[in-house]
């Protein structure tokens, strides 16, 4: 088992930063993939962006150029810097990662943009 821990969440006005974490601990060999998700009310959930063992990143295009998603392998933690944030932006986010063939899901964390 996986287990993950979000932190980071919170309220920020428009043009505002964030930085959100995520820790992965239990029976972990390699992490594949790690990435965040978000989820805004009403709408499905999206991909945000997304980090592989060797760091090649992936990122929607509604966050290029604004977030950043970075790992730790030493620490099983996956960062996401969101700068410029914008109201759309307010969504649930979620932390995801790929264990082998297994993908496991944090419990979210919330992200409000607002003034």
């Known amino acids: 088992q996986v287990q993950l821990v979000e932190s980071g969440g919170g309220l920020v006005q428009p043009g505002g930063s964030l930085r959100l974490s995520c820790a992965a601990s239990?029976?972990?060999?390699?992490?594949?993939?790690m990435g965040w998700y978000r989820q805004a009310p009403g709408k499905e959930r999206e991909l945000v962006a997304t980090i592989t063992s060797v760091g090649n990143r992936n990122y929607a295009d509604s966050v290029k150029g604004r977030f950043t998603i970075d790992r730790d392998n030493a620490k099983n933690t996956v960062y996401l810097q969101m700068n410029s944030l914008k109201p759309e932006d307010t969504a649930v986010y979620y932390c995801?990662?790929?264990?082998?063939?297994?993908?496991?899901g944090g419990r979210g964390t919330q992200v409000t943009v607002s003034s």
């Open positions: 239990g029976s972990i060999f390699v992490i594949n993939v």
């Open positions: 995801n990662v790929q264990v082998g063939s297994v993908a496991y």
